[in-house]
C-alpha cells in the first residue's frame, strides 16, 4: 500500500548532539525520497533528497541514509541547533511519471540547550 | 526568484459555502499540487495538476476540486464546506518531470464555522 510512516512522534535531543530521524516506507518500487521541515506556522521546506540508486547523500550538516533491503530512510543532523527545532517529515515519490508525495506522519525534535 | 505565492493566508468560512485557494508556482515550474495538512491525518495529497491536466487525484471528495492555467497557476476549490474541511492547505511547485524537488508555499489556513 501507499504508506510512509515514522518510527518516533517526538525526538528530544541537547544542543550540540548528533539527531536521527527515522522514517519506514512501504513501496519498494518508491525512485526518489525527500525530507522535509517544516516550521511553526510555515510550509515545509526542502531539506534533502536521495535517489533509490543511491544509499547515502551528504549535505551541510545533514546526511540521509537508504537502506532498500528493509525499506528505512533516516536523516542525520550533526551538531543539533535550536533553529533545528521543527517538525520532520520524510516523503517518498512512487515514480519518475509523477510529482506526488506521499508523506509520513512527521517526527518533533526539540532542541534543548 | 520567488518562490511559491499561495492567497490567501487565512480564511474563515461558515458551513456550506465554497472556498477557492489560489497558488502560484515558482517561475517555469510547470507542476503544481495541493495538499490537505491537519493535526488528525497528517499531510495528504489532493491532487496534482502538470501542463493543465489533472495527473494524480488523491481519495477526496468530490467536492474538492482544481484547475491550472496556461501560465501554470493553480486554483483548488472546496464546495459546500464542512467542519472537517479546516485545515492548512499547501500547494507545492515543480518542474513536472517527475520525481523532482517540491517547494511549497505557506499555506492557507481554512477555517470553517
Known amino acids: 500500500g501507499e504508506s510512509v510512516g515514522l518510527h518516533l512522534p517526538t525526538l528530544s535531543v541537547q544542543e550540540g548532539d548528533n539527531s536521527i530521524i527515522n522514517c519506514a516506507y512501504s513501496?519498494?518500487?518508491?525512485?526518489?525520497f525527500i525530507w522535509y521541515k517544516q516550521e511553526s506556522g510555515k510550509g515545509p521546506q526542502f531539506i534533502i533528497d536521495?535517489?533509490?540508486?543511491?544509499d547515502k547523500r551528504q549535505g551541510q550538516r545533514v546526511t540521509v541514509l537508504l537502506n532498500k533491503t528493509v525499506k528505512h530512510l533516516s536523516l542525520q543532523i550533526a551538531a543539533t541547533q535550536p533553529g533545528d527545532s521543527a517538525v520532520y517529515f520524510c516523503?517518498?515519490?512512487?515514480?519518475?511519471?509523477?510529482?506526488?508525495?506521499?508523506f509520513g506522519t512527521g517526527t518533533r525534535l526539540q532542541v534543548f540547550p | 526568484k520567488a518562490g511559491v505565492t499561495q492567497t490567501p493566508r487565512y480564511l474563515i468560512k461558515t458551513r456550506g459555502q465554497q472556498v477557492t485557494l489560489s497558488c502560484s508556482p515558482i517561475?517555469?515550474?510547470?507542476?503544481v499540487s495541493w495538499y490537505q495538512q491537519t493535526p488528525g491525518q497528517g499531510l495528504q495529497f489532493l491532487f496534482e495538476?502538470?501542463?493543465?491536466?489533472?495527473?494524480n487525484k488523491g481519495n477526496f471528495p468530490g467536492r474538492f476540486s482544481g484547475r491550472q492555467f496556461s501560465n501554470s497557476r493553480s486554483e483548488m476549490n472546496v464546495s459546500t464546506l464542512e467542519l472537517g474541511d479546516s485545515a492548512l492547505y499547501l500547494c507545492?511547485?515543480?518542474?513536472?518531470?517527475?520525481?523532482?524537488?517540491?517547494?511549497f508555499g505557506q499555506g492557507t489556513r481554512l477555517t470553517v464555522v
Open positions: 536521495i535517489r533509490s540508486n543511491m
Open positions: 517561475s517555469g515550474h510547470r507542476s
Open positions: 516523503a517518498e515519490i512512487l515514480s519518475y511519471n509523477t510529482d506526488k508525495l506521499i
Open positions: 507545492a511547485s515543480s518542474l513536472g518531470t517527475g520525481g523532482t524537488e517540491a517547494f
Open positions: 495538476y502538470f501542463s493543465e491536466t489533472q495527473r
Open positions: 513501496n519498494s518500487a518508491s525512485d526518489y
